[in-house]
């Protein structure tokens, strides 16, 4: 008998799933291994706080799922591999042994230089965490109007979250900080100056050019000195790699994230596959969900090839994503290389493409 573990409940095993609903793997056991028993949508995570979705609208049952495939379901979170004697550690104590393993894990928030991050920080992964203390956050601020808060982070994740909170929150003191002179560095700079405009609008307050250095009580310090009030400070600082793949000893980038070949598999150790935001792919991608996505059909094709004994074949993912983002009105900014749009329209294109991707694989939702 053959054991496929899968690792991790993201964007690229949901789909994995699903293909082994339509077509089981012969004498295979397959095991998820996941720490909580859905996976929030952050696509509609914005959505959900600005009030549009419920939570059960932007979470994937995973058990169900996973039931639907043959697949046994395990809650736990993997600490760690035995490479050698091909073994998942758990947090629980338990190992679970594996002829093939799928780490689909995601990435964790990138605050290790914030001093005070891990006491005085809202990091927004684990979602599952996050959610808890932004349902904390509004009751606080529902209940006191001295409540203020500060998002440290202004890609597009933190800026849709300052808007969506605005749109939950409209009287919240609201600061949202980035390093760059602009809110959403990397898309074109029309879309950037129309994001600053918007958070002028809201009246939500923007600190460029400035790094956090630490996180209080009282607020966010900055690397100039300067000290920025919040009751409350939200990190959205990017992806970070966690430290069990490389401690294990697979071969990862100088950042962390599991070195994969063009197969998708471990530069290093080929019975184990990698996608999505842990992964650091042959050709670089940006950290996106987008390409955890497009990750999941080649994923799901090449785990049946192996486990079958035949070729591999190889993946490249698309060059450009397109960006979707949320405004927190019912509106969004879309781009796609140098083009950018915004409208009404945008927003009901998001929500489409976003319950479209949800009803697939919440056919038995929680
Ligand atoms: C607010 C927000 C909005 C975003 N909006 C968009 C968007 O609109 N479009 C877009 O393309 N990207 C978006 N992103 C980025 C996107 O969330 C990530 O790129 C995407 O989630 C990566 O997918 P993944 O499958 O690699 O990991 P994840 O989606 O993070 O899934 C990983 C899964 O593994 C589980 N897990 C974690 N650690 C372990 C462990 N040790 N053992 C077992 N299981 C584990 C987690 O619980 C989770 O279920 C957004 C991010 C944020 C924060």
Avoid at 98 to 110: M, N, Q, V, Y
Avoid at 122 to 146: G, H, K, N
Avoid at 304 to 309: F, H, Q, S, V
Avoid at 346 to 366: C, E, N, P, Y
Wanted: proline share 6%; aromatic share 6%; glycine share 10%.
């Amino acid at each position: 008998m053959k054991r496929l573990v899968l690792l991790g409940g993201g964007h690229a095993h949901v789909y994995v799933l699903d293909a082994l609903a339509h077509a089981r793997l012969p004498d295979t056991e397959v095991t998820l291994i996941s720490p909580y028993p859905r996976q929030i949508y952050s696509g509609m995570l914005p959505g959900w706080i600005a009030g549009h979705y419920t939570l059960a609208d932007t979470a994937i049952a995973l058990a169900p799922l996973a039931e639907r495939a043959g697949v046994r379901f395990k809650q736990a979170r993997g600490v760690g591999l035995d490479l050698d004697a091909r073994r998942v550690r758990c947090d629980d104590g338990s190992e679970i042994p594996f002829t093939w393993l799928s780490i689909d894990t995601g990435p964790t928030t990138a605050s290790a230089r914030i001093a005070g991050s891990t006491d005085h920080g809202i990091p927004v992964r684990p979602i599952e965490d996050f959610v808890t203390r932004i349902d904390a956050l509004i009751a606080a601020a529902s209940a006191d109007p001295a409540c203020s808060a500060a998002i440290i982070g202004s890609g597009a994740a933190g800026f849709e979250l300052a808007l969506a909170l605005r749109a939950r929150l409209p009287t919240l003191a609201l600061t949202l900080i980035g390093s760059t002179a602009l809110p959403l560095d990397g898309l074109p700079g029309r879309l950037q100056r129309q994001a600053r405009r918007l958070l002028e609008a809201r009246h939500i307050g923007w600190v460029g050019r400035h790094r956090a250095q630490s996180i209080d009580t009282d607020g966010v310090w900055l690397d100039d000195g300067q000290h920025v009030c919040a009751s409350h400070v939200l990190q959205v600082t990017g992806a970070a790699a966690p430290d069990w793949p490389a401690q294990s000893g697979l071969a990862t980038d100088a950042s962390g994230f599991i070195r994969v070949g063009p197969t998708l598999q471990s530069v290093s150790h080929p019975v184990v596959f990698a996608a999505g935001d842990v992964a650091a792919y042959a050709d670089p991608r940006p950290k996106s969900g987008v390409f955890a996505v497009r990750a999941g059909p080649p994923l799901a094709e090449n785990l049946r090839r192996a486990i079958a004994g035949e070729a591999l074949l190889p993946w490249q993912a698309q060059r450009r994503a397109l960006y979707l983002i949320s405004t927190g009105d019912r509106r969004a900014l879309a781009a796609w290389g140098p083009l950018s749009i915004e409208g009404a329209w945008v927003w009901r294109w998001k929500d489409r493409i976003d319950r479209a991707f949800m009803a697939r694989f919440s056919q038995h939702g929680m």
